[in-house]
């Protein structure tokens, strides 16, 4: 087995580091091919009150049996770590159904602790479905193109703090579902939450034509420094 990235974990916490080997060790045998643990955890140890773990096993029957065995055995190592266990287990054949924001969120601030494949082999090779939405708006008054840009995209507003006017950025809309602005009249969108977009757009009376895409998590990253 290679070695195990348990940098996170503070020296002092010897018997945590131990019980974390033996519980990765274990789940390898069950079928678990990556490891990430994120939250709280990774970023102080000491104050956070659980191990939050994100595991892909190799197939749909590993993973039954790797949540089935952490069912039963998560109160062991609790005991040893001090921290509540939370994990999720995911078939690698799913991955692509999971929620691209959360996926996104894991495998930006989560730390790769164990397996044959690690987050840079996600994120470039896991492709997920999204929306490409476009919208018309040449029909309608400048005013309305603007209200609906600020709602959909977010806006400026000036707020008073302390008696002095700040400027403060409200989200968007788009934003919020996990969206991103493609152009000026355009953006994608998480298929799974598509459809609250476009039920919005319908309720606004606002024309748009729809394709499906699949894109990789770094070609979503990509694409978002080229917006930002």
Known sequence: MSELNLGWIPRQHARARVALT??????????????????????????????????????????????????????????????????????????????????GRILDTGIYVMGEMDKGIIARNLRQKYVLITYDV??????????????????????????????????????????????ERSFIIPKDRAKAVMDRLDKMGIRYFTKDLRLSLAEVRHLKSRST
């Open 22 to 103: 033996g519980l990765l060790r274990s789940l390898r045998s069950l079928g678990v091919i990556c490891a990430i643990v994120h939250g709280e955890c990774v970023e102080d140890y000491d104050s956070a009150s659980a191990v939050e773990m994100f595991l892909v096993a190799s197939d749909e029957r590993s993973a039954r049996l790797a949540s089935s065995w952490l069912s039963k055995m998560a109160p062991r190592y609790e005991r040893d770590l001090g921290k509540v266990l939370s994990f999720t287990v995911v078939p690698l054949d799913e991955l692509d159904e999971y929620d691209p924001s959360e996926l």
């Open 138 to 183: 040449s029909y309608l008054p400048v005013r309305k193109r603007l209200e609906l840009a600020g709602e959909l995209f977010g806006k400026e507003v000036v707020v008073l703090y302390r008696g002095v006017p700040r400027k403060v950025r409200v989200e968007g809309f788009v934003e919020k579902m996990g969206g991103l602005r493609m152009g």
